[in-house]
Nanobody, 126 residues
Framework: QVQLVESGGGSVQQGESLTLSCAAS????????IGWFRQAPGKEREFVAG????????VIIDSVKGRFTVSRDNAKNTAYLQMNNLAPEDTAVYYC???????????????????WGQGTQVTVSS
């Protein structure tokens, strides 16, 4: 079991950057692929990015490709989502989650992630 805590959210202007952190307070963090999801008001939760346990494979959705980067530092039990050139449509609550099973198996399905952080709000103003 792993316990995750996100941080780094906030309110920014369009075009600015934020880096979200996902820290594991307990559990074998380095064993788990990590996914980042977001949920905007009135919308369904959306997969944004994922990184495998070793940190050498990544998947990121097209709408943020080139602007968002996912990474992890297993020595620090922390994963990151670097978000550049933010746009109002990026406004959402962002969650990190630890995935069970293999990295690519149903990667984008939230049901594959048994452990979730509490979420952090990102608000982008135009």
């Amino acid at each position: 079991q792993v316990q995750l805590v996100e941080s780094g959210g906030g309110s920014v202007q369009q075009g600015e950057s934020l880096t979200l952190s996902c820290a594991a307070s307990r559990g074998p963090f380095s064993m788990y692929p990590i996914g980042w999801f977001r949920q905007a008001p009135g919308k369904e939760r959306e997969f944004v990015a994922g990184i495998n346990a070793h940190g050498d494979n990544r998947v990121i959705i097209d709408s943020v490709k080139g602007r968002f980067t996912v990474s992890r530092d297993n020595a620090k039990n922390t994963a990151y989502l670097q978000m550049n050139n933010l746009a109002p449509e990026d406004t959402a609550v962002y969650y990190c989650a630890a995935k069970s099973g293999s990295f690519y198996g149903n990667l984008r399905s939230g049901s594959e992630y048994p452990y979730w952080g509490q979420g952090t709000q990102v608000t982008v103003s135009s």
